[in-house]
Antibody, heavy 118, light 112 residues
Framework: EVLLVESGGGSVQPGGSLRLSCAASGFAFSNHWMHWVRQSPGKGLVWVSR????????DYADSVKDRFIISRDNAKNTLYLQMNSLTPDDTAVYYC???????????WGQGTQVTVSS | DIVMTQSPLFLPVTPGEPASLSCRSS???????????LDWYLQKPGQSPQLLIY???YRASGVPDRFSGSGSGTNFTLKISRVEAEDVGTYYCMQALQAPLTFGGGTKVQIK
């Protein structure tokens, strides 16, 4: 069974940093691109970032570019999102998701809450 | 960026009746291989999103056959042949053609 478990969320002041993790199991993690998607309170889904299987390619939404860094450790089957210079607009539930053949996000984690407030 | 627009915002449905959700993209999602790179996701209340339909018309594993996707280019439709109570939630379309991936604003399906 494919399992994605996010962690690392919490409350942080504006300007602060957080590092999210997504532990993957039940599949060949190193074979898949991985994504982060977020959802602000009461709002829709917004794509944040993606990384390819061997960490040579990554992309970001304009809203997080130069502040967030996506990475992965294939030996630990773990995806990361380093979030810096956080603002209240970054308050959201952050989901990691697996990208599968057929161009789809076929498995999602349960999400981790990030709250940015003074 | 490709802009995705969904309608309606809210859709009250009667169990056993059909439902139709619309999604439009600002650019064609039809790739040279003949596939439309359009996915549908359902987020049930209090849950993570789940994949329903990929490549416009292919049901994900375990998705009931009452769900079907159709359309091409810039206009797409998700149909539920007979709505069941468990189908309530917010449905999102997403273009999977290019980064940044973009989602529609969602259609919230509620039981009348």
């Amino acid at each position: 069974e494919v399992l994605l478990v996010e962690s690392g969320g919490g409350s942080v002041q504006p300007g602060g940093s957080l590092r999210l993790s997504c532990a993957a199991s039940g599949f060949a993690f190193s074979n898949h691109w991985m994504h982060w998607v977020r959802q602000s309170p009461g709002k829709g889904l917004v794509w944040v970032s993606r990384i390819n299987s061997d960490e040579t390619t990554s992309d970001y939404a304009d809203s997080v570019k130069d502040r967030f860094i996506i990475s992965r450790d294939n030996a630990k089957n773990t995806l990361y999102l380093q979030m810096n210079s956080l603002t209240p607009d970054d308050t959201a539930v952050y989901y990691c998701a697996r990208w599968a053949n057929g161009n789809m996000l076929d498995s999602w984690g349960q999400g981790t809450q990030v709250t940015v407030s003074s | 960026d490709i802009v995705m627009t969904q309608s309606p915002l809210f859709l009250p449905v009667t169990p056993g009746e059909p439902a139709s959700l619309s999604c439009r993209s600002s650019q064609s999602l039809l790739y040279s291989n003949g596939y439309n790179y359009l996915d549908w996701y359902l987020q049930k209340p209090g849950q993570s999103p789940q994949l329903l339909i990929y490549l416009n018309s292919y049901r994900a594993s375990g998705v009931p056959d009452r769900f079907s996707g159709s359309g091409s280019g810039t206009n797409f439709t998700l149909k539920i042949s007979r709505v069941e109570a468990e189908d309530v939630g917010t449905y999102y379309c997403m273009q999977a053609l290019q980064a940044p991936l973009t989602f529609g604003g969602g259609t919230k399906v509620q039981i009348k």
